[in-house]
């Protein structure tokens, strides 16, 4: 009985002595865990801070783009009715024309009839 005795307790020393072990080997993960997640927390909030940022950079850029836009609009249309102009002008001034090659043609003929006379 005493050997038995023994045994039991040579093997619940071995038993505590491996769940030591693996108690240790157990904390070190935990450790390296938790280095982990103190670098996976300063990562988010460095890429929340640039977030952050790039908001900002966003909405100034809407403002400044939605202002660029207004003018754009406000100078295309001023540019149209130029265009517009002008091209109502071009049309008349050649009618115009037409009539002025009409009426030179016709003092031409005229001329040239009283220079032969």
Avoid: C, P
């Avoid at 993960?29 to 908001?55: A, W, Y």
């Avoid at 909405?59 to 001023?78: G, H, L």
């Amino acid at each position: 009985m005493k050997k038995q005795s023994l045994n039991n307790t040579n093997s619940l020393k071995q038993d505590v002595k491996i769940l030591k072990q693996d108690v240790k080997s157990l904390k070190q993960g935990v450790l390296l865990i938790n280095g982990d997640v103190k670098n996976l927390t300063r990562s988010v909030n460095f890429l929340t801070l640039r977030l952050d940022i790039l908001q900002k950079e966003f909405t100034k850029f809407q403002v400044q783009f939605d202002v660029f836009k207004d003018k754009m609009i406000t100078n295309m249309d001023w540019l149209i009715g130029a265009f517009k102009k002008f091209d109502e002008e071009h049309t008349i001034l050649t009618g115009k024309y037409s009539d002025v090659g009409d009426k030179l043609d016709n003092h031409e003929t005229r001329i040239k009839i009283l220079e032969a006379k």
